[in-house]
């Protein structure tokens, strides 16, 4: 059971552009949301968070989005740059002690 | 500032053979993770720690222990390997809540 899902394996945006990664949750008791950025041969690296009582959380270039009617949240990067290039994963947690992640989606930045 | 550190980086076993990767931390966290990471599954919990001398099971602890005797310690047993359990294993760990894990660059496994 995915209780968090996402559906895009790999996404690819122009250099400058926005990119836009999507995350979708069935759990309703989900009260965090986080998203992770990963290189290869590395560790994932916290990114950004949201809590539930929010629906937007901006980071320098980086912003989360959370609808909890639709139970989807999304990242987006603007402007997009070649660093940005790695996986990013989501993840969820209800005031307990665990994260529950996503699948990830590869990001690759066109230069 | 190390930290969290995987020992080893890179392993290949024969099944049925046994093994303990070490996770250290140097960040003096409560909470620490194992996690393995499979080809389209993410990330999964195999098991974690709240506190020192504490352990509970994840998502998939079948086939793995822990032990955590020391705060900075965390290790992950495999007692008999078998090919299902090569994978890239991560460390993690945060100082409270959950929110926020620092990893381990990892240790990728391989059984034959």
Request: hydrophobic share 35%.
């Given at each position: 059971?995915?209780q ?7 996404l690819s ?16 008791m989900f009260?965090y949301f986080l998203w992770?950025?990963?290189?290869p ?17 901006e ?10 009617s ?7 990067i603007?402007p ?5 290039s ?5 993840a969820?947690?209800?005031g307990?002690?665990k994260?529950?992640f996503?699948?990830?989606t590869?990001l690759?930045?066109?230069? | 500032n ?18 303990t990767?070490?996770c ?24 974690y720690s709240?506190?020192e ?7 998939v602890?079948?086939?793995y ?6 705060k900075?310690n ?9 090919p ?13 809540e959950p ?12 059984v034959?």
């Amino acid at each position: 059971d995915q209780q968090v899902k996402q559906n895009s394996p790999s996404l690819s945006v122009q250099e400058g552009r926005i990119s836009i990664l999507n995350c979708d949750y069935t759990n309703s008791m989900f009260d965090y949301f986080l998203w992770y950025k990963k290189y290869p041969a590395e560790g994932p690296t916290f990114l950004i968070s949201i809590s539930s009582i929010k629906d937007k959380n901006e980071d320098g270039r980086f912003t989360v989005f959370l609808n909890k009617s639709a139970k989807h949240l999304s990242l987006h990067i603007v402007p997009s740059q070649p660093g940005d290039s790695a996986v990013y994963f989501c993840a969820a947690t209800f005031g307990n002690e665990k994260l529950t992640f996503g699948t990830g989606t590869r990001l690759t930045i066109i230069p | 500032n190390a930290g969290v550190t995987q020992t080893p980086k890179f392993r290949v076993l024969k099944t049925g053979q046994s093994m303990t990767l070490l996770c250290a931390q140097d960040m003096n966290h409560e909470y620490m993770y194992w996690y393995r990471q499979d080809p389209g599954m993410g990330l999964r919990l195999i098991h974690y720690s709240v506190g020192e001398g504490t352990t509970a099971k994840g998502e998939v602890p079948d086939g793995y222990n822990v032990s955590r005797l020391k705060k900075q310690n965390f290790l992950l047993g495999l007692e008999s390997a078998a090919p299902s359990q090569t994978s890239v294993y991560f460390c993690a760990s945060s100082y409270r809540e959950p929110h926020i894990q620092y990893f381990g660059a990892g240790t990728r496994l391989s059984v034959l």
